[in-house]
């Protein structure tokens, strides 16, 4: 037997393998993979506290606010005093300048180490291979923490120091890779929540508001930026090992056409499988998720444990972020509803076939739920 009929029956053996935690990557026009655990229960246990830090940063930011109102409903001096210091704590980032910080970007980074497979950014093709027409990435799912967005797209760019062509460049975004967009979108009161606002939003500047006139405002000066089209529906009805999304609203279908943008959509294979979400009540969570609620019942490996829940699954699972070829569309000035209607559709067409052309490399199986 030949050396090359060896490794094309060992090429052809192990294409059966393909899975989150032993991914196919070859042939991609780019792809940046960060190696996961390596089977190291230190590099696991590295992973899972960068990890949790940023879980916790949503759920600290979350509560804090209503235990320090709790804490000065009850009166009594040690309560007071112990509200101000978690005042000064939760707000100094509110009042003093915050610096983006490469060193913090690539902290999140170490979160790869806690997966099987890591975390990988690829590229199908970028036409043009920069920014000289602005871009609108569109993530999917959105998941319980958008680990997909936060961990492939613009924090590896400020973990390079935007540098382009530089040897950190080429680790954590791609040697192939011109600039790309580096700001994600998210909501409004996740981006000004304390802890969060402070050690993800202002020390990587990759978050800022998809509030609708900071969204219009970057649009009307041509910049380019990420965002989750699923939203609060797609965290809602989240179910663990489901491949599913949600693109009933097109209002950034609208705003594509009317300022001429390229919308690349991009799917993060292994999103579903971070956490699981107590099913049910879909209507109901819809309902909740247009008010701006989302409702759910999450926990990751450790059931339940209170904070220690917040820890994804990771064994058996990678978060592997494709990014297709996109479309640039015409620039309308007032599009119609019918041009509204068959963007929306070649949309959800192209982000369906990207995730058909990519899923074996990741040995799923089943076909993609698009929800609109």
């Excluded at 196919?24 to 246990?45: I, Y």
């Excluded at 050690?199 to 965002?227: C, P, Q, Y």
């Excluded at 969570?285 to 490996?301: K, N």
């Excluded at 309308?332 to 949309?347: F, G, K, M, Q, T």
Aim: glycine share 10%; charged share 15%; net charge positive.
């Amino acid at each position: 037997m030949t050396g090359a009929t060896a490794e094309k029956q060992k090429t052809e053996a192990s294409s059966d393998d393909w899975s989150l935690s032993n991914p196919n990557l070859k042939d991609l026009w780019s792809c940046s993979h960060l190696e996961g655990c390596q089977q190291s229960t230190l590099r696991r246990l590295t992973g899972a506290v960068v990890l949790l830090c940023l879980t916790l940063s949503w759920s600290v930011g979350t509560f804090a606010p209503l235990y320090i109102m709790w804490l000065l409903w009850h009166g009594g001096q040690r309560a007071v005093a112990t509200s101000t210091v978690l005042a000064v704590l939760l707000g100094w980032a509110f009042v003093i300048p915050v610096k983006p910080w490469p060193a913090a970007a690539r902290f999140w980074l170490h979160a790869a180490w806690y997966f099987d497979g890591g975390c990988s950014m690829s590229f199908e093709k970028r036409e043009p291979n920069d920014l000289s027409i602005p871009q609108m990435q569109c993530y999917h799912p959105h998941g319980i923490f958008t680990l997909g967005l936060i961990l492939n797209s613009g924090v590896r760019c400020s973990a390079a120091g935007h540098v382009v062509g530089s040897e950190l460049w080429n680790k954590y975004v791609g040697a192939p890779v011109g600039p790309v967009p580096f700001v994600g979108l998210a909501a409004e009161k996740l981006v000004q929540m304390p802890v969060f606002r402070h050690i993800m939003v202002l020390w990587t500047g990759n978050i800022e508001s998809a509030s609708k006139s900071h969204l219009l405002g970057k649009m009307k000066r041509g910049e380019s930026f990420g965002l989750c089209p699923g939203g609060f529906h797609e965290l809602s009805l989240f179910v663990r090992g489901r491949e599913r999304v949600h693109v009933k609203k097109k209002g950034f279908i609208y705003y594509a056409l009317k300022h001429g943008y390229r919308v690349v959509p991009a799917y993060t294979f292994g999103e579903t499988s971070t956490f699981y979400n107590v099913p049910g009540l879909e209507g109901l969570r819809e309902r909740f998720a247009d008010w701006g609620v989302p409702v759910l019942c999450i926990t990751g490996p450790l059931l339940f444990v209170p904070l220690l829940a917040l820890v994804p699954f990771g064994k058996g699972v990678g978060l592997h972020t494709v990014h297709g070829q996109g479309r640039t569309f015409p620039k309308v000035a007032d599009p119609s509803d019918a041009l509204v209607d068959e963007y929306h559709a070649w949309y959800c067409g192209a982000l369906e076939a990207l995730f058909e052309r990519h899923k074996a490399r990741f040995g799923i199986t089943a076909p993609l739920e698009v929800l609109t």
